[in-house]
């Protein structure tokens, strides 16, 4: 049986409204310290809860691109992002008073190879590295808790080829 190779599908937006689609890809940054899985949250903007980068599709860039884009922009992490999605999670984006939008959230993972210091929105977030059950207990949204708990990088077989 042949193995097949990752594809990396780009978004197309023209015509488009970002906030229509009420898609948007994250990355689940990690590393191995020591032998165990670190996952790197961020602190939200507003409400200074901890999560994983996310953000809206990007014109000609697949979901995990965008996600890796995101990383780089929110947490100064840089990597390897793999192609294929975690799962997903969905949440209720706070956009003006009291509004929310439905947000459903596919999540890649993100084998972290850097930190940068210096970085888009090192002045609005806070970065740490957490275990994997501390992780999981530090974000709200169940769905993603579940992602967290269940991750295990020794199942990512991407992630064997080029090690």
């Known amino acids: 049986m042949s193995q097949m190779k990752p594809i990396h599908v780009p978004v197309r937006l023209a015509g488009r409204s970002k906030r229509g689609l009420r898609t948007q890809f994250a990355a689940l940054c990690f590393r191995q310290e020591a032998g165990e899985t670190e996952i790197l949250l961020i602190s939200s903007r507003t409400r200074k809860r901890w999560i994983i980068p996310k953000g809206w599709p990007m014109d000609g860039l697949s979901g995990a691109q ?22 997903v999670y969905s949440y209720s984006k706070l956009s ?11 999540v890649y993972p993100l084998l972290v190879t850097q930190l940068r210091r210096n970085y888009p929105e090192r002045k609005q977030r806070k970065r740490k590295w957490f275990s ?19 991750f295990d990088p020794a199942h990512l077989t991407d992630l064997q080829k080029i090690r």
């Open 132 to 150: 994997l059950k501390k992780a999981a207990a530090k974000v709200t949204e169940p769905e993603l808790r579940a992602i967290l708990e269940r």
């Open 66 to 87: 965008a996600a890796a884009q995101e990383a780089w922009e929110e947490a100064g992490a840089l990597g390897m992002t793999l192609p294929h999605s975690l799962g």
């Open 96 to 106: 003006g008073p009291r509004k929310g939008l439905p947000c459903l959230v596919a």
